[in-house]
């Protein structure tokens, strides 16, 4: 069974950094890419990233490109998200999902929890 177990969301100020951390089980990173996700209240779920560790390929959507990064660690099984330059419009509650397949394309079957980012002065 996959499991996914998002980490690390909290309040900052804007301007601050935050790096979520998604725990991955019942599965290997090689077999599934890993995307991360937000969803604002009142506002659809955007995908804002996403790695393919086989493929060693990542996607950032514009609204976070040069503020975020991705990576993964094949040995802990886990994947983060490293957030900077935050900014109040990233306040969204953020999960982690497994793609069905390697690449970073729907469908993303398996969700954590989610975790909760408030930027706020």
């Known amino acids: 069974q996959l499991q996914l177990v998002e980490s690390g969301g909290g309040l900052v100020q804007p301007g601050g950094s935050l790096r979520l951390s998604c725990a991955a089980s019942g599965f290997t990173l090689e077999h599934h890419a890993i995307g991360w996700f937000r969803q604002a209240p009142g506002k659809e779920r955007e995908r804002v990233s996403c790695i393919s560790y086989s493929y060693g390929r990542t996607y950032f959507a514009d609204s976070v490109k040069g503020r975020f990064t991705i990576d993964a660690d094949n040995a802990k099984n886990q994947v983060y998200l490293q957030m900077n330059l935050l900014r109040p419009e990233d306040t969204a509650v953020y999960y982690c999902?497994?793609?069905?397949?390697?690449?970073?394309?729907?469908?993303?079957?398996?969700w954590g929890q989610g975790t909760q980012v408030t930027v706020s002065a």
């Open positions: 999902a497994a793609a069905r397949t390697r690449l970073c394309v729907p469908p993303y079957d398996s």
